[in-house]
């Protein structure tokens, strides 16, 4: 066991009013930054004082049980303080830090490099790491992590939350057999008391999931709960530092679907307008003043077609704090109604009509809104905690648009007490070192199939959509069995359907009613497949089609079974070359 007294009151100084600005909007009441094997105090980048270790406070079990030594190389990009110094672990070890009550930010800092010190290898370590009976990684690869990082890294920060109902935080470090574990970092800071437990601006955690439609289930965290940081974006802008917990907020360019997505930045005069319920310390000026839209003001109606959509991998098996930041700054946009908006969580509906005007009640407050969603393992150890943003017409806003500033995801541990997920999968290096990542799906390039789908979820059943595509499957097959000659009119492929006949395969105990949905559902399906995508429908005209009259419905033109060169490439191209208007 590791007793630290952490009376270095200089160092705590030091370290909540510097890199931060002069005035930060948060000022912690434990702040301890930690160099693992170092020597002597040193100043980081951000000009925050690292402690050194001190061995006179260093147990002799410990020292049995670890060691210090330095990185052989610095790759470039790695700051000195505090990755080029590191403490490795033979046995299990525990520091004890004494802190005041409450939540506290947990950030461990790993550099998995070659160390000096008989020629230790850190790429190979596998560990675990518990704090105060939670488990935060278990049989954890530093390497492996470090690689599937993006942006791409060469170091690790892990941060957690973690409850410290006492007054001491117990972190372990356990190698797994025939291992070591090792850590070059150490940091603790204290936070605003429930800053992300008790709920968005309107102390609400908005559970989605499979509940009745537009029910709204609560969910609750308490100070019994520890949460890991996933993900926390400045959405639309750049890397920005944070509010007096050195909390880092990244851009959002690799987790944007689309990067051409209407992007505005606002410039530095406009003034953040803090309230009582989104004060300064939620999240930087920098969050709120930038922003992105999905453009197309000359021709609105085409956000109907798609969303604004971020891709997010996460650990299956466990529950995630969603926390989206909003604030409309564009002069254009003062009054509730002009921006109205959908969001969707992994394909379901977290809140159907969102207007921050009316949300925030005025231009330049900021908000938050807290959602909680359960990502299953039906999809892999690592799927996609996919966030749409889509224009709500029904109201019809004088803007058909959305708005997204910044956005956290934060994992919430089991029931056991875990957060701890599957390292990321190994994957080939090319010959400099990097990943060989392979070429993107198309569909998560261009997504507007998909979109489309989702769009169709909002006003229906996904599973009817499946009926549409096998009964279409089922045509085509028997399309191609038909003579070469045919005439290019669905008329002749579909007599029976155009004629009012029928060949079902269920039996004459069908109504008339129904005869006449399953014809209406083959047209659409008809329209929708058509190879030239000017030819296939809008979402709100497949909508109208389903809704309609089977007579106000035209025959479409038989799909061909050949695609000219020309044609596929019209049908596959995205926009992601070309930046799209904003949308003012």
Excluded at 207 to 226: C, K, L, Q, R, W
Excluded at 330 to 349: A, D, H, K, W, Y
Excluded at 432 to 438: D, E, Q, S, T
């Amino acid at each position: 066991m590791i007793c630290h007294a952490l009376i270095i009151l200089s160092v705590l100084v030091s370290a909540a009013s510097v890199g931060e600005g002069s005035t930060p909007a948060y000022t912690p009441t434990d702040v301890f930054l930690f160099n693992c094997g170092a020597t002597a105090d040193s100043i980081d980048n951000d000009g925050r004082n690292w402690a050194a270790e001190n061995p006179e406070i260093l147990s002799s079990d410990y020292a049995d049980a670890s060691f210090p030594s330095e990185a052989s190389f610095q790759d470039s990009g790695v700051p000195q303080v505090p990755y080029m110094t590191a403490r490795i672990f033979e046995f299990d070890s525990t520091y004890s830090f004494p802190v005041s009550p409450g939540w506290k930010f947990l950030r461990l800092y790993f550099y998995p490099n070659r160390y000096k010190n008989g020629g230790f290898r850190a790429v190979n370590c596998l560990f675990s790491v518990t704090v105060n009976g939670f488990t935060l990684l278990n049989d954890f690869t530093a390497d492996l992590t470090v690689r599937a990082t993006k942006p791409n890294s060469k170091s690790l920060i892990k941060e957690f939350i973690v409850p410290v109902n006492n007054r001491t935080l117990n972190l372990t470090f356990k190698p797994s057999s025939n291992s070591f574990a090792f850590v070059n970092g150490i940091e603790i800071v204290s936070m605003p008391d429930r800053l992300y437990s008790k709920g968005g601006f309107d102390d609400r955690i908005t559970y989605v999931g499979s509940t009745a439609a537009y029910e709204t289930v609560h969910f609750m965290i308490d100070n019994t709960t520890a949460l890991e940081t996933v993900y926390r974006l400045n959405v639309g802008g750049q890397s920005v530092g944070d509010t007096g917990m050195f909390r880092r907020w990244v851009s959002d360019d690799e987790f944007i679907l689309n990067e051409a997505s209407g992007l505005i930045t606002v410039g530095p005069a406009v003034e953040i307008n803090y309230t009582e319920k989104t004060p300064a310390y939620v999240a930087p000026e920098d969050v709120y003043k930038t922003f992105r839209t999905m453009g197309n003001v000359e021709n609105p109606k085409l956000n109907l077609n798609f969303n604004l959509t971020w891709h997010l991998s996460v650990d299956a098996g466990f529950t995630y704090l969603v926390r989206l930041h909003f604030c409309e700054t564009m002069f254009e946009v003062t009054e509730p109604g002009q921006r109205v908006f959908s969001i969707f969580l992994r394909n379901q509906m977290a809140k159907l009509e969102t207007d921050v005007i009316h949300l925030s009640g005025g231009s330049r407050i900021p908000v938050y809104l807290d959602f909680s969603v359960y990502v299953g393992s039906s999809n892999g150890p690592r799927p996609d905690l996919r966030l749409d943003l889509h224009p709500f017409s029904a109201v019809k806003p004088t803007y058909l648009d959305a708005i997204l500033n910044g956005l956290e995801i934060l994992k919430v541990n089991n029931s056991e007490g875990n957060l701890a997920g599957p390292n990321p999968d190994q994957e080939p290096m090319d010959s400099k070192g990097n990943l060989a990542r392979p070429n993107p799906n198309p569909e998560t390039l261009g997504g507007k199939l998909h979109v489309r789908m989702l769009a169709l979820t909002a006003v229906g059943s996904s599973i009817g959509l499946v009926a549409f595509i096998v009964v279409v499957m089922l045509l085509i097959r028997r399309m191609k069995r038909r003579k070469k000659n045919m005439k290019d009119n669905s008329v002749v492929m579909f007599k029976d359907l155009e004629n009012g006949e029928h060949t079902w395969m269920l039996g004459d105990e069908i109504t008339k009613e129904e005869k006449e949905i399953a014809k209406k559902m083959v047209l659409v399906s008809l329209w929708c497949i058509q190879p030239c995508p000017s030819d296939r429908p809008s979402m709100n005209r497949v909508v109208e089609m389903i809704e309609g009259s089977l007579d106000a419905l035209e025959i479409p033109r038989k799909p061909s079974m050949h695609f000219s060169t020309r044609l596929t490439l019209e049908s596959s191209s995205l926009p992601e070359s070309s930046s799209l208007p904003s949308p003012f």
